[in-house]
Nanobody, 124 residues
Framework: VQLQASGGGLVESGSSLRLSCAASGTIYRIRNMGWYRQAPGKQRELVATIHSSGTTNYADSVQGRFTISRDNAKNTVYLQMDSLKPEDTAVYYC???????????????????WGQGTQVTVSS
């Protein structure tokens, strides 16, 4: 399984960006998909997650500004980021967990995969 993230870039404060992350491979199930970010000198932190049922979870810092969604048929997760702030600057990583995939032994909890990251830079 490979996760390919895209959509990052350099924008001004108050602007919007939309990130996408597509999982490729023979995938039977993905339980959760999500976005995490890591700013220079800081630990990686959760931004938002979405369960296959549609249940979402957001970090307090992005609640009301970011919206996560997914297309289960395409194994793709999106992050719509509005009202961006300079403190949103980071490398954004997508994650898929609870993955059941062809070619690996079945385990009930599934496997975890990370994407390669996409840079988001917000100027003031």
């Amino acid at each position: 399984v490979q996760l390919q993230a895209s959509g990052g870039g350099l924008v001004e404060s108050g602007s919007s960006l939309r990130l996408s992350c597509a999982a490729s491979g023979t995938i039977y199930r993905i339980r959760n998909m999500g976005w995490y970010r890591q700013a220079p000198g800081k630990q990686r932190e959760l931004v938002a997650t979405i369960h296959s049922s549609g249940t979402t979870n957001y970090a307090d810092s992005v609640q009301g500004r970011f919206t996560i969604s997914r297309d289960n048929a395409k194994n793709t997760v999106y992050l719509q980021m509005d009202s961006l702030k300079p403190e949103d600057t980071a490398v954004y990583y997508c994650k898929a967990d609870g993955v059941i995939v062809a070619g690996r032994p079945y385990i009930a909890e599934g496997y975890t995969y990370w994407g390669q990251g996409t840079q988001v830079t917000v100027s003031s």
